[in-house]
């Protein structure tokens, strides 16, 4: 974003000088009232150079799925009238607006965060958490790789609506540098107190500054709360909206951050903290964590393999595998399960080392061993949520499939990555 220049007041570009939010009563499948309602509060604000202001979540049409891919067709419209106004304004942009995604036989869409300048967009957030009782999760798939947006102010991050209560999402971006946490959404009247609480405490126990925007109005028998808010990093609210259609914008003093971060350091402390052995269970000791976790509505996801000689391939696919759910559950071929199918030269790596390497993987949640030749007893204990395997696997010839699939569960296959192999990697050192 070249076109912003550094004011007098701003010795660098580590925080925009203004924060501010355009909130709207968002209309359904209305896109040019809602960037006129745009352009009219933009009019009002007056925003100086160098300001960050936010639009609330899907602020062209709302939750419009029965046109949402017409209106993400016009996604790229909207993007160029944004760019527009930041030209005029020499001002940033960001809302969330549908993103088609286009993958080999699959189109989807996620709920995006746009970060707009007058070059254009400069990055992304994808929301990460759908909210399934406006079912969201019908029609969006979440975003992954959460990370902040490289600015002319340094990093910043972002979250959209739901978001907001995982608090791990801010951490994580606030802690790779950004001092500033925007919030697009469309937040319910009901729960007001509780979204104006959950600002003021990410702004805290993140040292940050937060720049939300909420839509207001109302859409069938809900409620938008508005009070659209920027809050300081010690958790004062510098700016709020009511209940309507308005505008407000706050200064972000430098001097508000680096007070509070002198004090005390809280954003950068990121210790690891947990024992990664601790995740390799038996049986009974992973029934018993499972039953924990089925009680705080977590969903189970569980592969299986020899996992002798640990690579790419293996990462990618498990890595995958842990997105279709809250938790994964990999189970491991003891060294004598492997032998009766591999024969007296496998495993390569014992039982404790492959479950170890296993374990320190931040994809897996929970490594357990099996002795049988397959994993069906194990499966039928645990009843997955989620059943996986490599898409090389038909689904009526995978281990446990009829019995998840009776319970109610899922099976999912996986496309392998490369040609990767162990008895290939095996081959390759013994010719070496």
């Keep these: 974003m070249k076109y912003l220049k550094n004011p007098k007041n701003q010795t660098d570009f580590s925080l ?29 604000l007056a925003p100086p150079p160098n300001a960050l202001i936010v639009l609330p979540e899907l602020w062209s049409a709302g939750f419009f799925y029965e046109g949402l891919a017409a209106q993400a067709a016009l996604t790229g419209e909207m993007l160029a009238a944004l760019a527009e106004l930041a030209v005029r ?7 969330s607006l549908p993103e088609k995604l286009v993958k080999p036989g699959r189109i989807s869409y996620c709920n995006t965060l746009y970060f707009s300048g007058p070059d254009g967009v400069l990055g992304v957030y994808r929301k990460q958490q759908l909210f399934a009782p406006m079912e969201e999760n019908r029609y969006f798939q979440p975003g ?10 340094g990093l910043i991050g972002g979250l959209v609506c ?7 999402l801010a951490r994580e971006q606030l802690a790779r540098g950004a001092k500033v946490l925007v919030v697009s959404a469309q937040w319910p009247a009901a729960r007001q107190d509780q979204w104006r609480i959950l600002l003021q405490a990410r702004a805290i126990e993140n040292q940050a500054f937060v720049i939300a925007c909420n839509r207001c109005g109302i859409t069938g028998d809900t409620v938008f709360a508005g009070h659209s808010m920027v ?4 958790g004062m609210v510098l700016a ?46 992973l029934q018993e964590k499972i039953a924990c976790y089925q009680e705080a509505g977590r969903k189970m996801v569980f592969t299986n393999g020899c996992f002798d000689i640990l690579h790419e391939g293996h990462v990618t696919y498990l890595e995958a595998a842990r997105r279709e759910g809250d938790y994964l559950v990999v189970g491991l071929n003891s060294d004598e399960s492997i032998r009766a199918i591999k024969g007296p030269d496998r495993p390569v790596n014992s039982e404790t080392s492959r ?3 296993l374990a320190a993987l931040g994809c897996v949640d929970h490594v357990v061993l099996f002795g049988e030749e397959t994993p069906h007893r194990l499966i039928t204990t645990l009843m997955p949520d989620v059943l996986i395997k490599g898409a090389d696997w038909p689904v009526e010839q995978i281990v446990g499939a009829k019995e998840v699939l009776a319970a109610g569960g899922e099976v999912k296959t996986i496309e392998l990555v490369g040609d990767f192999s162990t008895t290939g990697l095996i081959k390759k050192i013994r010719k070496l």
Excluded: H, M
């Excluded at 909130?23 to 009002?44: C, E, G, H, M, T």
């Excluded at 739901?162 to 791990?168: A, G, I, N, S, Y």
């Design 16 to 44: 925009p000088v203004f924060g501010g939010f355009l909130q709207i009563d968002v209309l359904s499948d209305a896109p040019d009232k809602n960037l006129a309602r745009v352009r009219d509060l933009l009019v009002r």
């Design 162 to 168: 739901f978001d907001l209560r995982f608090p791990e």
């Design 231 to 234: 809050v300081a990093p010690n």
């Design 240 to 285: 709020e909206a009511g209940e309507g259609e308005e505008c407000g914008r706050a200064e972000l003093d430098r001097s508000l951050l680096s007070d509070v971060r002198a004090a005390f350091q809280t954003t950068g402390k990121t210790p690891y903290l947990f024992q990664d052995q601790e995740k390799i269970c038996e049986l009974d000791r």
């Design 144 to 153: 992954d790789t959460p990370l902040p947006v490289s600015t002319p102010w």
């Design 89 to 95: 304004y020499q001002i940033c942009l960001a809302g």
């Design 355 to 357: 479950a170890r390497l």
